[in-house]
């Protein structure tokens, strides 16, 4: 919930040289979080609330990510090794 906040944005906004955004969908979400972790956030029906989070936070994402990058399909790998990429020709 760190962007729900205004004043964390703001942080992120002006300190942050450049933000990842881990953009997964929901069954990736849900299989990460059906992992036997208690998350008391999704007590009662975690599909819904992580649909409800993420249509939520989606905007706030955007608006702070200097990249975006998708998970669906991806390999840990993968993922790192095109985030260490993109950062490399943004800086």
Known sequence: GVVTIPENRADIEHR???????DADIDELVARTSSGT???????????????MQQERRSLY????TLRVSTKGRSLASITEHIVAQL???A
């Open 62 to 65: 955007e608006s702070l990510a």
């Open 16 to 22: 942050a040289d450049a933000v990842v955004w881990l």
């Open 38 to 52: 208690h998350r008391p956030l999704l007590d009662g029906g975690a599909r819904g609330k992580l649909e409800e």
């Open 88 to 90: 490399g020709s943004i």
